[in-house]
């Protein structure tokens, strides 16, 4: 089902948090005629140019939002990254590991790495619309994550 125009109401905010300071807020939006999704990350602090709302995500192609965190060591912070992808597709990431930094997302939208078929250890990747009304907690990993949704809609 598509709209001439979609009709987009806010779903909530996913904030990312590196101990108390936030480091960006991870937003959606929805049709509430066919259901597209639309979503944005705020930096917190100067704003620029390449921010705001991104999408929307294609259904017919099984996109998702989907949030990619990543431990951070050295000259490469924890950061928590907006992407678009879809089963089947790959993941190009920024890693501490190697083999974590090209991933591949399953059917059930979880996300292996493509050498060997395992979870990564220093990315952790969560649905966008799973994790909002929630936050995550980047100084600790893996990342304490948390979100008000019903435990039921919830696939942490
Ligand atoms: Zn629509």
């Given at each position: 089902m598509t709209c001439e125009s979609h009709d987009y109401v806010y779903v909530g905010a996913f904030n990312v948090f590196i101990e108390e300071e936030l480091l960006k807020v991870i937003e959606a939006w929805r049709c509430r005629v066919c259901g597209t999704v639309l979503a944005g990350e705020r930096q917190m602090g100067p704003i620029s140019s390449t921010e705001g709302m991104r999408g929307p995500a294609s259904q017919e192609s099984?996109?998702?939002?989907?949030v990619v965190a990543r431990q951070g060591r050295?000259?490469?912070p924890p950061d928590a990254i907006l992407i678009k992808a879809s089963p089947g597709?790959?993941?190009?990431v920024e890693s501490i590991e190697l083999h974590d930094s090209s991933l591949v997302v399953?059917?059930?939208l979880s996300v292996v790495r493509e050498v060997d078929g395992e979870p990564p250890t220093?990315?952790?990747v969560y649905e966008l619309l799973s994790v909002l009304k929630g936050y995550i907690d980047l100084s600790v990993w893996p990342p304490k994550v948390f979100t008000l949704q019903a435990?039921?809609?919830r696939q942490l």
């Open positions: 099984g996109e998702r939002w989907m050295g000259s490469l597709s790959r993941v190009r399953k059917d059930d220093t990315v952790r435990k039921q809609q």
